[in-house]
């Protein structure tokens, strides 16, 4: 039962938060955007730009933040030139396997894990939140059911540039998939020789690249929602699945505190909840920025110096309207639309 003590402890502990939050607050150079009482979108690394575009056909009508955070990332995941849906790169094995998840501001959610050869993997999950008892589909599961509910069955064919990339990883990794003659059947083992660099956190031609989108919304009626899409890490094992469709690593949603996404390296971000200990360092009264930031360094003791090898971006907007990212590596950047602003901001980073 919440009684009086209770009550009292926990106005005790929000007043603290608060006060400590002001204080980041006060340190804080993302602090600055503070939009409250209007909707905003904002979402990860460049292709942020169209996808928030998306959203704001809704969001500038008044529509919900979840509609709005369903079409502006169905923008970038039907691009075929970009790095999320269907055109991106593949598993070693020359798969696309796409990860989704939606959130909404009363903590309904959907995801949908290993989906193939379905456009738009972020309405099924949607789909999923919907119209099942459950929260997460995977793999030829998710795929029956992104049929049933009417969602063509695209051809499995890699884009061209996802051929070349492709192509290009198996001459430097010397992957051969096995056969394993006793069982007749493809040997998922690791080949000892060369299972080649992953790709999300890989440093080309001098930037951290990246495959991943990632919005959370507010809209008029002061209502938070998120999404987030991806191929996933380039060139996985067949059936690896990151961050991005699991609740609480790659995005959560509490609609009393605010929102946040993740990108980078899926597997450093499950270990510690990382989108939802974002949340909850914005419920101790950390601005967007330091609880993003904060949830980095949780990483960077968790890797020591390994972190230097990897890069993770987190992204959040709170209730009041206010955003901030930090990443582990430079380069990390968001896209913001609001009713004043359209813009990219390039996110603060621990190296
Ligand atoms: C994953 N977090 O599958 C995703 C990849 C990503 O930018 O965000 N890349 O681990």
Not at 29 to 57: C, F, Q, R, Y
Not at 154 to 173: F, T
Not at 214 to 221: I, N, P, Q
Not at 326 to 347: H, L, N, P, R, W
């Amino acid at each position: 039962m919440f009684n009086r003590r209770k009550f009292l402890q926990s106005s005790v502990f929000s007043s603290l938060g608060l006060a400590l939050g002001r204080k980041a607050w006060a340190n804080d150079p993302g602090a600055g955007h503070l939009v409250t009482g209007s909707p905003i979108v904002i979402s990860t690394w460049d292709a942020g730009i169209a996808a928030n575009k998306g959203a704001w056909e809704i969001l500038g009508r008044n529509g919900r933040a979840l509609d709005a955070v369903e079409a502006g990332v169905m923008v970038t995941e039907a691009s075929q030139n970009c790095c999320v849906g269907l055109g991106a790169n593949p598993d070693r094995d020359g798969f696309v396997t796409l990860d989704a998840c939606i959130m909404d501001e009363f903590a309904n959610c959907g995801s949908v894990a290993f989906l193939e050869r379905i456009k738009h993997p972020i309405s099924v999950a949607r789909r999923v939140m919907e119209k099942t008892p459950h929260v997460m589909l995977v793999g030829i599961g998710a795929q029956q059911f992104a049929v049933s509910e009417g969602f063509p069955l695209e051809e499995q064919k890699l884009s061209d540039g996802a051929k070349n990339s492709y192509e290009n990883w198996l001459r430097k990794s010397e992957y051969k998939p096995v056969i394993n003659i006793e069982n007749s059947k493809m040997n998922t083992e690791t080949p000892k020789s060369g299972p080649g660099p992953f790709a999300p956190s890989r440093f080309d031609n001098g930037e951290w690249n990246h495959d991943t989108i990632g919005m959370v919304a507010m809209d008029a009626m002061g209502n938070l929602s998120g999404s987030c899409t991806t191929s996933g890490m380039g060139f996985k094992m067949r059936g690896r699945v990151g961050d991005s469709p699991i609740i609480g690593a790659g995005l959560f949603v509490d609609n009393e505190v605010g929102a946040a996404t993740a990108t980078g390296q899926g597997e450093d971000v499950i270990r510690m909840c990382g989108t939802h200990t974002v949340v909850e360092l914005m419920r101790q009264g950390y601005s967007p920025e330091q609880a993003c930031k904060r949830a980095v360094e949780r990483i960077i003791k968790i890797k020591g110096d390994k972190a230097k090898a990897i890069q993770v971006g987190f992204l959040a907007l709170n209730k009041r309207g206010e955003i901030g990212g930090y990443a582990i590596q430079k380069g990390f950047s968001y896209a913001v639309k609001s009713d004043t602003q359209e813009k990219m901001v390039q996110a603060g980073s621990f190296y």
